[in-house]
T-cell receptor, first 115, second 114 residues
Framework: GESVGLHLPTLSVQEGDNSIINCAYSNSASDYFIWYKQESGKGPQFIIDIRSNMDKRQGQRVTVLLNKTVKHLSLQIAATQPGDSAVYFC??????????????FGQGTILTVHP | DAGVTQSPTHLIKTRGQQVTLRCSPI?????VSWYQQVLGQGPQFIFQ???????GRGNFPDRFSARQFPNYSSELNVNALLLGDSALYLCASSLSTATNYGYTFGSGTRLTVV
């Protein structure tokens, strides 16, 4: 199966700084990863995903980097805003597959953005 | 369009009781997944349903069961509640189980067992 974990439980940044949230995974056969944002009282919200045939993918203010050699991925948020304050999870399909519907999540990193 | 709707939003039950949680997927979505999120942790997969059939089950005891109806809505049932069942229960829906279709999560049902 797959397990994912995060290096830091909390991250505190100043508004305008760049944020980097890290995640490690265990199954070298995993070929699909997703980052979610969860605000208080809400369900996880899709941010960005990446497949193993890529090492970088960019979205609006977010970039995900995948290093298959060390089984590590990171989420970079540019010009972090107070609205980015939330818990961020990395997730991967259970059993190393590519189905969205059966995911394993890490514990999460709490991002706090100070004005 | 309405998102994934879950009911109730909050629920308090006593140990040993039974509970039913409900999920209405986004219109047109045929696949529903259920997750349990204990406070301070990431969601943990419980069940996946597609076209009314179970397509996956996580590492949960038989006290947990679910079903999907012809209109693609779903129910999660938990029998003989334990204090450890206190959690946020999330439902997510998608058009299909295919990998290029994303799942949208609801806001969850907060279950407290006392």
């Amino acid at each position: 199966g797959e397990s994912v974990g995060l290096h830091l439980p909390t991250l505190s940044v100043q508004e305008g700084d760049n944020s980097i949230i890290n995640c490690a995974y265990s199954n070298s056969a995993s070929d699909y990863f997703i980052w979610y944002k969860q605000e208080s009282g809400k369900g996880p919200q899709f941010i960005i995903d990446i497949r193993s045939n890529m090492d970088k993918r960019q979205g609006q203010r977010v970039t995900v980097l995948l290093n298959k050699t060390v089984k590590h991925l990171s989420l970079q948020i540019a010009a972090t805003q107070p609205g980015d304050s939330a818990v961020y999870f990395c997730a991967a399909p259970l059993a190393g597959g590519t189905s969205y519907g059966k995911l394993t999540f890490g514990q999460g990193t709490i991002l706090t953005v100070h004005p | 369009d309405a998102g994934v709707t879950q009911s109730p939003t909050h629920l308090i039950k006593t140990r040993g009781q039974q509970v039913t949680l409900r999920c209405s997927p986004i219109s047109g979505h045929k696949s529903v997944s259920w997750y349990q999120q204990v406070l301070g942790q990431g969601p943990q997969f419980i069940f996946q349903y597609y076209e009314k059939e179970e397509r996956g089950r996580g590492n949960f005891p038989d006290r947990f069961s679910a079903r999907q109806f012809p209109n693609y809505s779903s129910e999660l049932n938990v029998n003989a509640l334990l204090l450890g069942d206190s959690a946020l229960y999330l439902c997510a829906s998608s058009l299909s189980t295919a990998t290029n279709y994303g799942y949208t999560f609801g806001s969850g049902t907060r279950l407290t067992v006392v």
